[in-house]
Nanobody, 124 residues
């Protein structure tokens, strides 16, 4: 069993940056691919970014236009999402997720474990 805890969310202004963290329990973190998703009220959870087991491969939603960077530190059992040039439309609850596979994936159904989410609010 893997438990995921997100942190780093908050209220920022448009154009600011934030770094989200996701810390995992368990010894299998380094063998799992990880991902970030986000969700706003009334909408489905959408893919943001994913990273394979060793950080050598990443995948991003096209809509991000290169503003976000996903990374991981397996020694710390932690994954990160650096978010730059934030826009009001980035406002959402951000979730981290882990899948029992080393390969990246971009759909929610591919992930086995989820965190509770952290709120990111970007004001205009």
């Amino acid at each position: 069993q893997v438990q995921l805890v997100e942190s780093g969310g908050g209220l920022v202004q448009a154009g600011d940056s934030l770094r989200l963290s996701c810390t995992a329990s368990g010894r299998t973190f380094s063998s799992y691919a990880m991902g970030w998703f986000r969700q706003t009220p009334g909408k489905e959870r959408e893919f943001v970014a994913a990273i394979n087991w060793n950080g050598g491969r990443t995948s991003y939603a096209d809509s991000l236009e290169g503003r976000f960077t996903i990374s991981r530190d397996n020694a710390k059992n932690t994954m990160y999402l650096q978010m730059n040039s934030l826009k009001p439309e980035d406002t959402a609850v951000y979730y981290c997720a882990a899948r029992r596979s080393p390969i990246v994936a971009a759909t929610t159904t591919k992930y086995d474990y989820w965190g509770q989410g952290t709120q990111v609010t970007v004001s205009s």
